[in-house]
């Protein structure tokens, strides 16, 4: 079974740093891209970062020069460095990955969601 699971989140003060961590599992053959995204209460799901398989990113404007997302494709893990957090960051983390599950075959996964305070 094929699954992402975060880790990282949790609660800090406004100006520090977290590390969110995600780790695909289960039976496919390649990652193509990988993201993060937040969501808070009543507000969509919003797209965060991105990576593609060859390291290229993507940022929204609101986290540009704060975040920054990384992977290792040999761990099959993807990362998110928050540095300089604010309260407006609040929110629960998705991580997302598109995966090879059989030729030919991508569907695209999503983890459980972690949960990211920031107190002011």
């Known amino acids: 079974q094929v699954q992402l699971v975060e880790s990282g989140g949790g609660l800090v003060q406004s100006g520090g740093s977290l590390r969110l961590s995600c780790a695909a599992s289960?039976?496919?053959?390649?990652?193509?891209?990988m993201g993060w995204h937040r969501q808070t209460p009543g507000k969509a799901r919003e797209l965060v970062a991105t990576?593609?398989?060859?390291?290229?990113?993507y940022y929204t404007d609101s986290v540009k020069g704060r975040f920054t997302i990384s992977r290792d494709n040999t761990k099959r893990t993807v990362w998110l460095q928050m540095n300089s957090l604010k309260p407006e960051d609040t929110a629960v983390y998705y991580c997302?990955?598109?995966?090879?599950?059989?030729?030919?075959?991508?569907?695209?996964?999503w983890g459980q969601g972690t949960q990211v305070t920031v107190s002011s």
């Open positions: 997302n990955a598109e995966l090879e599950i059989a030729r030919w075959t991508i569907k695209d996964y």
């Open positions: 990576i593609t398989s060859g390291g290229t990113t």
């Open positions: 289960g039976r496919f053959s390649s990652i193509y891209g």
